[in-house]
């Protein structure tokens, strides 16, 4: 069982920049993709970006360019760089492990395990 917990989420003011972070820990030996999804009030969980064992990345279309993907060295943590918030990017954060190490989805029906997710909150 992968245990995920996120970290970094918080208040911030429209146009401003966080960083949150998830920390994968458990049966993490063989390679795996990780993945960002977002889920505000009354809303759909939405994709957010993926990225494999290969650090290859995918991103959903509305958030290209300002929302930025990575891992740490040791792999088994992941990054979500986020620039020029927005209102409506407050949601729960949450990151996912796919157990296809080179795969890169968008699916959350694809992702096996999930962390609690952390509170991102933009002020206008």
């Known amino acids: 069982q992968v245990t995920l917990v996120e970290s970094g989420g918080g208040l911030v003011q429209a146009g401003g920049s966080l960083n949150v972070s998830c920390a994968a820990s458990?049966?993490?030996?063989?390679?795996?993709?990780m993945g960002w999804f977002r889920q505000a009030p009354g809303k759909e969980r939405e994709f957010i970006a993926a990225?494999?064992?290969?650090?290859?990345?995918r991103y959903a279309d509305s958030l290209k360019g300002r929302f930025t993907i990575s891992r740490g060295n040791a792999k088994n943590t992941v990054y979500l760089q986020m620039n020029s918030l927005k209102p409506e990017d407050t949601a729960v954060y949450y990151c996912?492990?796919?157990?296809?190490?080179?795969?890169?989805?968008?699916?959350?029906?694809?992702?096996?395990?999930w962390g609690q997710g952390t509170q991102v909150t933009v002020s206008s």
């Open positions: 996912a492990v796919n157990t296809s190490p080179y795969a890169l989805v968008a699916n959350r029906n694809d992702y096996e395990y």
């Open positions: 458990g049966p993490t030996s063989r390679p795996y993709a």
């Open positions: 990225i494999n064992w290969a650090t290859n990345t």
